[in-house]
């Protein structure tokens, strides 16, 4: 978010008002994810649910990345969709995997520490990517941090498939 923030404001030129709006579908669409990763993995299991989310995500960035800087705004909105669903099936499994991990009496540790863990991403994905279009403009910086999202997602996604492989779902949806 913070790369299009910047993106948006000096590369097109958009307001606060008019970049703040671009996000509001990918904002719905993670509360949209959210929800159906629930359901989801009741049916395929935790890993499989994770697995998919990280490749669907991954997907949008590569459009992204396709779409070129000069894409017009309705094109990265829809580029948009499937980094906000995807980014929004993430949250459930990975904590359900977190969880199925440790002694149900470390449980509360345990997802602090993942909170914790997302405000530190989320910091150094600013200082990084921050200073990447710091030393590379907006535009390159933007696609460099696009392809570097898109390989930490594509990794993460064969690592969770690689998990889900090796815990089958079981009855009652388990896995």
């Given at each position: 978010?913070?790369?299009?923030?910047?993106y948006?404001?000096?590369?097109?030129d958009?307001?606060?008002?008019?970049t703040?709006?671009?996000?509001?579908?990918?904002t719905?669409?993670?509360?949209v994810?959210n929800l159906?990763?629930g359901?989801?993995?009741?049916?395929?299991?935790?890993?499989r649910?994770?697995?998919?989310?990280?490749g669907?995500?991954?997907l949008?960035?590569l459009?992204?990345?396709?779409?070129?800087?000069?894409?017009p705004?309705?094109?990265?909105?829809?580029?948009?969709?499937?980094?906000?669903?995807g980014?929004?099936?993430?949250?459930?499994?990975m904590?359900?995997a977190?969880?199925?991990a440790?002694?149900?009496?470390?449980?509360?540790?345990?997802?602090?520490?993942?909170?914790?863990?997302?405000?530190?991403g989320?910091l150094?994905?600013?200082a990084?990517?921050g200073?990447?279009?710091?030393?590379?403009?907006?535009?390159?910086?933007?696609r460099?941090?696009?392809?570097?999202?898109?390989?930490?997602?594509?990794?993460?996604a064969?690592?969770?498939?690689?998990?889900?492989?090796?815990h089958?779902?079981r009855?009652?949806?388990?896995?």
């Amino acid at each position: 978010m913070f790369v299009f923030t910047v993106y948006f404001q000096q590369f097109q030129d958009h307001g606060p008002l008019v970049t703040g709006l671009m996000f509001v579908p990918l904002t719905a669409l993670t509360l949209v994810g959210n929800l159906i990763a629930g359901k989801l993995m009741a049916s395929l299991g935790t890993w499989r649910v994770l697995a998919v989310s990280q490749g669907v995500e991954a997907l949008g960035c590569l459009a992204l990345l396709a779409a070129g800087p000069g894409a017009p705004p309705a094109l990265v909105l829809l580029c948009f969709l499937p980094i906000g669903l995807g980014a929004g099936a993430t949250s459930p499994p990975m904590t359900t995997a977190l969880l199925d991990a440790v002694d149900p009496a470390h449980a509360g540790a345990a997802g602090g520490l993942l909170g914790v863990m997302r405000q530190v991403g989320g910091l150094l994905g600013v200082a990084v990517f921050g200073a990447v279009i710091s030393g590379l403009g907006v535009t390159s910086g933007a696609r460099l941090a696009l392809a570097l999202c898109l390989t930490m997602l594509a990794v993460s996604a064969a690592l969770a498939h690689v998990q889900a492989r090796r815990h089958p779902v079981r009855e009652g949806g388990d896995g």
